[in-house]
T-cell receptor
């Protein structure tokens, strides 16, 4: 059974820092991996989708990488801003991690 | 504009009652999903449907039922058999079941009173 784990569970950084969120999965036979953002009490907003044949995807200050062989993905956020404060979740089809709660302090 | 609409945003249920949560999408997506989210936990899959008139149980289907009579709609009924229904429910859709991007609604918060 596929398990998805995210480390750390929570992260607090000062504004302007670059940061990395980690996601690991136990079964490397995945079609894709998706990163989401969730604000309190809201639904999920898709950030990046990496297909199994891809190594990384970039959108603005966000960069996500995928290493299927090691069962890992990372989400890199450059020059963090207070508006980036949210919970970030990674998912493979049908299976989600518990998320990393990010706080960016002004 | 295109998207997924869940209603209501907040729902209160008395013990022993069935309630139905609505999910509608105008993205022309084939696949639709229902997830449950509890505080501090990831999303857990309740039911999913890859095509009209077909659906499969997810990890926690007991106490829930769904229908998929139309491509645009995938309502979830929380029955009285669900012993702990208080949670945040999220509906999602994707063009296909596996290798396409999933989009989510804004969720329904169900509280048993």
């Amino acid at each position: 059974k596929q398990e998805v784990t995210q480390i750390p569970a929570a992260l607090s950084v000062p504004e302007g820092e670059n940061l990395v969120l980690n996601c690991s999965f136990t079964d490397s036979a995945i079609y894709n991996l998706q990163w989401f953002r969730q604000d309190p009490g809201k639904g999920l907003t898709s950030l990046l989708l990496i297909q199994s044949s891809q190594r990384e995807q970039t959108s603005g200050r966000l960069n996500a990488s995928l290493d299927k062989s090691s069962g890992r993905s990372t989400l890199y956020i450059a020059a963090s801003q207070p508006g980036d404060s949210a919970t970030y979740l990674c998912a493979v089809p049908g299976r989600f991690g518990a998320g990393t709660r990010l706080t960016v302090k002004p | 504009d295109g998207g997924i609409t869940q209603s209501p945003k907040y729902l209160f249920r008395k013990e022993g009652q069935n309630v139905t949560l609505s999910c509608e999408q105008n993205l022309n997506h084939d696949a639709m999903y229902w997830y449950r989210q509890d505080p501090g936990q990831g999303l857990r899959l309740i039911y999913y449907s890859q095509i009209v008139n077909d659906f499969q149980k997810g990890d926690i289907a007991e106490g829930y039922s769904v229908s998929r009579e139309k491509k645009e709609s995938f309502p979830l009924t929380v029955t009285s058999a669900q012993k702990n229904p208080t949670a945040f429910y999220l509906c999602a859709s994707s063009a296909g079941a596996t290798n396409t991007e999933a989009f989510f609604g804004q969720g329904t918060r169900l509280t048993v009173v």
